[in-house]
């Protein structure tokens, strides 16, 4: 029986390092998918309190209220939670965010990322 050359074992040992980085990598991911699964219907109710600024729509009402529609969710969630702990600042959402939990924002972040936007050719 012939005994593997020093090339191929450590093209072995690389593929079992690749393969075991791969999975890390996953389960370090998968919470953060978890934590994100927020449930549009109760979104849509918790928005009520979000409408005058960002409308049930997601359309802003007031110039200072960005459009929330067809947002990206995590994007959303994570501005939510920077507003909550005071790394982004706003008069009004850093208030408005301290009485949010971990499960308001997933809810709140699906909601608006669920609501679909259109976009039209640029103008010429």
Known sequence: ??????????????????????????LLAAPTATALAGDITAGRKKALQCQACHGLDGRGKIPEAPNLAGQVE??????????????RRSDLMSIVAQGL??????DLAAYYAAIPVEVGPPPR
Do not use: C, Q
Not at 101 to 106: S, T
């Open 1 to 26: 029986m012939a005994s593997k050359s020093v090339a191929e074992t450590r093209s072995a040992t690389r593929r079992r390092s690749l393969w075991g980085a791969a999975v890390v990598v996953l």
């Open 101 to 106: 939990k971990d499960p308001d924002i997933a």
């Open 74 to 87: 995590n994007y959303l969630v994570k501005a939510l939670g920077d507003f909550r702990s005071g790394a």
